[in-house]
């Protein structure tokens, strides 16, 4: 399938174009210039036509920084690996010297590529269309993303540049994957071969995307000092040890009061569609902060959303007295996180690769338990024991039956108490048997759901 890059300067469309062509919103759009670090990858269509589309940063070259210099790195890592190209331009605001600068750049790399003349709706873009030939990148295709306009001449495009890169563009669509943080939910997909999708989540500047860039084993991602650098979910496919894994870099979520800018608030709303639609959550944490209240707040989302959970202590490296922190984090976990005992807890160093490696294998360990599935018999055998040494509670002067328990759902762990009047059964007990269940059938760090269904009387009056 072939590969196009998205390019042009900051705030032409380019994240907007992408979300028309894989038909959702996978990209952060905003009128803030800038708002695209990342190269993200979505599988697209046109029509009859697939392809991989990469939407890239629209750095400032004339920026000084480190910044600027790694969304320049971004972008042509891309172009290095895309088959051809799309540059776009705001056509209202008619031809930059940046523009100049990137269609330099598109020259120099020596692949396929269209002009894209964006933002044409109306007949604001015609002197803008005009300047475009300067470019020396051809004849401008007049679109509007936002609007849907122009998309039978992007087609006719598109197929070009793909036949030109001499790759067929007619794909298979019914193969086509989602390689974001969307897609299907992974409570009712059950194929063997799908890839466990386990999302890197935490506070801002924890040492999310250097733990993204040390397992690929390349800079996928930018890192820099300053907290936030990170605002796209970032989706990447790599297989470990035989398991394929889909793996999602997110922004750093902060305390909620503190989240002004709307930039920031697109950005955890993203990261909070990661964790809907992950496997594994592997809540990265600063070794020497320690497990603080906001990380506490991002771990109850998590077990709300019924997704495995595992913790990852980083910057490892830097503690001096290991023994102590480690156990200052154990011993927060246990007070503050009882409803999901067993938490697995796996020290790293994020920027050396200490025990990276232990990390993906503890996930891949609690995508196992997050699946797995106990028999009918051996569940009543356990509640018949557990009732035994601590019977239900009375309640209006009747104990509580509970007839029979079966497990109805997997992803998370889900389990139906028949007989149980869910209005009487006091939520201690219901405590009770998830922590008994838990502990003897061997589910640490697992969200573990009851459903109590009330079983009619078969010899009441209809």
């Not at 990469?54 to 088959?83: H, K, N, Y």
């Not at 475009?132 to 004849?139: D, I, N, R, T, Y």
């Not at 991602?221 to 796209?232: M, N, Q, S």
Request: charged fraction near 30%; hydrophobic fraction near 40%; proline fraction near 6%.
């Amino acid at each position: 399938m072939a590969k196009i890059a998205l390019v042009g300067r900051p705030n032409v469309g380019k994240s907007t174009l992408f979300n028309r062509l894989v038909g959702r919103r996978m990209a952060i759009v905003d009128d803030q210039p800038g708002v695209t670090r990342d190269r993200r990858y979505g599988d697209a269509h046109l029509a009859d036509l697939a392809f991989t589309v990469i939407d890239t940063a629209g750095f400032d070259d004339r920026e000084p920084g480190d910044m600027a210099a790694a969304m320049r790195g971004q972008t042509e890592s891309a172009l290095a690996e895309a088959d051809c190209a799309l540059m776009l331009i705001d056509s209202r605001a008619g031809i930059t010297p940046l523009d100049r600068s990137f269609g330099q750049l598109l020259r120099r790399a020596g692949k396929p590529v269209a002009l894209i003349a964006n933002k044409c709706e109306g007949k604001a873009g015609e002197s803008g269309m005009h300047e475009a030939w300067e470019l020396g990148l051809g004849q401008p295709v007049p679109i509007s993303a936002e609007h849907n306009e122009g998309m039978s001449d992007l087609y006719d495009t598109v197929q070009r540049l793909i036949e030109e890169a001499g790759i067929d563009p007619f794909g298979d669509l019914d193969t086509l994957e989602n390689a974001d943080a969307g897609g299907v939910d992974a409570d009712v997909v059950d194929d063997p071969e799908r890839p466990i999708r386990l999302a890197i989540i935490g506070r801002p500047n924890v040492g999310k995307s250097t733990l993204l860039n040390q397992i690929l084993g390349e800079n996928r991602a930018l890192v820099g000092p300053e907290p936030g650098v990170t605002r796209d979910s970032i989706a990447v496919d790599f297989e470990w040890q035989g398991r394929p894994i889909k793996l999602f870099d997110t922004a750093g979520m902060r305390r909620r009061a503190r989240v002004t800018d709307r930039v920031e608030k697109k950005s955890v709303d993203d990261t909070l569609e990661a964790v809907r639609f992950a496997d594994v959550t592997a809540l990265i944490i600063d070794a020497e902060q320690g497990l603080e209240r906001q990380d506490l707040t991002i771990a109850h989302h998590v077990i709300q959303e019924g997704r495995g959970l595992i913790l990852g202590v980083n910057k490892w490296d830097a503690v001096e007295d290991r023994e102590a922190a480690l156990q200052r984090v154990r011993d927060r976990i246990m007070t503050s996180l009882p409803d999901v005992k067993g938490i697995a807890v796996t020290t790293l160093s994020a920027l050396t690769g200490q025990r990276v490696d232990r990390l993906l294998s503890t996930a891949t360990e609690a995508y196992d338990v997050w699946n797995k599935r106990v028999p009918t018999g051996a569940l009543n055998r356990w509640l018949s024991e557990a009732m035994e040494r601590h019977p239900p509670p009375i309640v209006s002067g009747r104990r509580i039956k509970v007839r029979y328990i079966s497990q109805i759902k997997r992803r998370p762990p889900t389990f139906a108490l028949f007989g149980a009047d869910k209005n009487a059964m006091p939520d201690t007990y219901v405590r009770y048997l998830s922590n008994e269940l838990r502990e003897t059938f061997d589910f640490p760090g697992t969200p573990i759901r009851f459903v109590l269904r009330r079983t009619d009387n078969p010899y009441a009056p209809k």
